[in-house]
Nanobody
Framework: QVHLVESGGGLVQAGGSLRLSCAAS????????MGWFRQAPGKEREFVAA????????YYADSVKDRFTISRDNAKNTVYLQMNSLKPEDTAVYSC?????????????????????WGQGTQVTVSS
C-alpha cells in the first residue's frame, strides 16, 4: 500500500508560478516511477509529467513542455511539479500517482493505467 498526499495548489494569476509537492509513504519510493496528471471540469484526465525512479528521465505533455518541471527527492520521498508561466487552461485538479512496476531501463509511463496508487488531488486555478 502506498499513500500519496499532494500540496501546493491554489489560485494564481496567468503568468504566475506554483510548485506542487507529493509526499509518498508506505514503500521504497526510489524504486518507482512517479507521474502527475490533471483533470479539468468536464474533461478527461490527462497526463502532465512523469519521472523515472532515479530522476534521470523525465517526460512531459506537449502542452506543458518548457513551462513545467518535474523532479524528485528520494531522500524525502517527495516528487515536485514546478509550474511556471501558468495559463487559464492549466486550471484543473492535479494528482500524483505511483507506478509499481520496476522498469530496468529507468522509464516512466505517460498513461494513467500504468499507475496503481493515486493521491487525492490539489486544485490549481489560474485566473486571466
Amino acid at each position: 500500500q502506498v499513500h500519496l498526499v499532494e500540496s501546493g495548489g491554489g489560485l494564481v494569476q496567468a503568468g504566475g508560478s506554483l510548485r506542487l509537492s507529493c509526499a509518498a509513504s508506505g514503500r521504497t519510493f526510489s524504486n518507482y516511477a512517479m507521474g502527475w496528471f490533471r483533470q479539468a471540469p468536464g474533461k478527461e484526465r490527462e497526463f502532465v509529467a512523469a519521472i523515472s525512479r532515479s530522476g534521470r528521465n523525465t517526460y512531459y505533455a506537449d502542452s506543458v513542455k518548457d513551462r513545467f518541471t518535474i523532479s524528485r527527492d528520494n531522500a524525502k520521498n517527495t516528487v515536485y511539479l514546478q509550474m511556471n508561466s501558468l495559463k487559464p487552461e492549466d486550471t484543473a485538479v492535479y494528482s500524483c500517482a505511483v507506478d509499481m512496476a520496476f522498469y530496468t531501463n529507468d522509464y516512466a509511463a505517460n498513461w494513467a493505467r500504468a499507475y496503481e496508487y493515486w493521491g487525492q488531488g490539489t486544485q490549481v486555478t489560474v485566473s486571466s
